[in-house]
């Protein structure tokens, strides 16, 4: 594997359902990203985790529960999920104090039914 | 606050028919100035960075250019495989915030018929 990877790609799930998204980064980096998509709206950054601790938490609801284990691993914890709360979820991952570009993997499309 | 407008929302150019995209921006402080290309489905792929005004990068067809308000991108002869949606986001300085953080616009949207 290669870049940064995301799985699982498509979810659909019912509001009272509790599911996991997760990103893995083979780049090196010591810094990842959640940030969610929605149509005709620009990215919206979600969290943000440096050398693993949680350095940035944008006014997410707490049905949103970030965790990660390591600099290669994040995770999304989605419970009790809202409608509009349907998007594609991309985890994004840079190298602080080098460049700082940000690596996207290809996203997660979740449904919320 | 870091604001990026991106224009026109959508393009449509017949293949080899150039054009330029426009990035607008304020920021207090820019580090960099990032274009990325998302194709349909797909995750944003990195296609520049630009750190100062004056600054110019070039990739196959693209170039982007940067000023102190904007950025353009500009497609030269461009082939239906260059549609894609292309976004601008602008980092600032990383004062308050360790990470640099991004700041997009709603990204443009192209279409190059054959």
């Known amino acids: 594997e290669t870049g940064v990877t995301q799985t699982p790609r498509h979810l659909v799930m019912g509001m009272t359902n509790k599911k996991s998204l997760k990103c893995e980064q083979h780049l090196g980096h010591n810094a990842m990203y959640w940030y969610k998509q929605s149509a005709k709206k620009p990215l919206e950054l979600m969290f943000v985790y440096s050398l693993e601790e949680r350095v940035e938490n944008n006014s997410v609801p707490s049905r949103f529960s970030p965790e990660c284990p390591n600099s290669s691993h994040l995770f999304l914890h989605l419970h009790t999920l809202q409608p509009e709360d349907s998007a594609l979820y991309l985890c994004?991952?840079?190298?602080?104090?080098?460049?700082?570009?940000?690596?996207f993997g290809p996203g997660t499309r979740l449904t919320v039914t | 606050e870091d604001q990026v407008t991106q224009s026109p929302e959508a393009l449509r150019l017949q293949e080899g028919e150039s054009s330029s995209l426009n990035c607008s921006y304020t920021v207090s402080g820019l580090r960099g100035l990032f274009w990325y290309r998302q194709d349909p489905g797909k995750g944003p792929e990195f296609l520049f960075t630009l750190y100062s005004a004056g600054e110019e990068k070039e990739k196959e067809r693209l170039k982007a250019t940067l000023t102190k308000k904007e950025s353009f991108l500009h497609i030269t002869a461009p082939k239906p495989e260059d549609s894609a949606t292309y976004l601008c986001a602008v980092q600032e300085r990383p004062g308050g915030t360790s990470y640099g953080k991004l700041t997009f616009g709603q990204g443009t949207i192209l279409t190059v018929h054959p």
């Open positions: 994004a991952s840079s190298q602080l104090r080098d460049n700082y570009e940000q690596y």
